[in-house]
């Protein structure tokens, strides 16, 4: 097994946070927004500071576990793809679809959350593979 690289997990975890600002921001915050409050976006409670750092504590877990899995795999660049595209397409999508399913959410707001977790985690393997 070779070493974590730290600074791919730390800019990984970043790339993915980086990720969710511009697709709840610029590309589907308002149908997002629409999506998850019909009623109208209620007021935040709570710092925002706190929230995004929770985020991105979270997106840092994430990016944690690839690293490891890429220290013990040491696999190919073409892998690294694979992998990242993997996580985010086959595990936490279907956690959030099986959450979504239950609570009865649109489908609009699986395919933006889904997509949102994809695009991310293959931002996370471009850092990935271009640290490696």
Not at 90 to 117: C, V
Request: glycine share 10%; proline share 5%; with cysteine.
């Amino acid at each position: 097994m070779g070493p974590v690289n730290w600074l791919a997990v730390v800019l990984g975890a970043a790339a993915f946070f980086v990720v969710g600002m511009v697709w709840y921001g610029a590309l589907f915050g308002k149908v997002w927004q629409k999506q998850v409050w019909p009623e109208g976006t209620p007021q935040m409670s709570g710092s925002p500071i706190v929230l995004f750092g929770l985020c991105f504590l979270a997106e840092l877990v994430v990016s944690t576990m690839f690293g490891h899995m890429l220290a013990r795999l040491q696999p190919p660049t073409h892998v690294i793809w694979m992998m990242a595209f993997g996580i985010g397409a086959t595990i936490m999508t279907p956690a959030i679809a099986i959450n979504y399913l239950f609570q009865r959410r649109s489908l609009t707001l699986f395919a933006i959350d889904a997509g949102h977790f994809i695009v991310g985690t293959l931002a996370m393997g471009a850092v990935f593979v271009a640290l490696s």
